[in-house]
């Protein structure tokens, strides 16, 4: 998700306001750059999503924070 604003937020307030949690530059989440397919399931609701974007907006709307690899 791109932000217009350039407005200064931890990432407590950032999650608060129901935005993903800015990372480091050039940084991912480990479990996210795996090549090939990608799926993953909500540990809350088992919905499966098949990118970054898709859950992050899950966690936007839910507030479900883990997702596990699900590639079969
Ligand atoms: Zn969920």
Redesign the pocket.
Same mark, same amino acid.
Request: net charge negative.
């Given at each position: 998700m791109e932000s217009l604003m350039t407005i200064k937020m931890t990432n407590a307030e950032a999650l608060a306001l129901g935005m993903p949690a800015p990372q480091g530059k050039g940084r991912r989440t480990p479990r996210a750059v795996a090549s090939g397919p990608y799926a993953t399931a909500?540990?809350?609701?088992?919905?499966v999503f098949f990118s970054r974007a898709a859950e992050d907006r +899950?966690f936007a709307e839910?507030r +479900?924070p883990r997702y596990e690899l699900v590639l079969a």
């Open positions: 909500c540990v809350e609701c088992a919905e +899950h839910t +479900h």
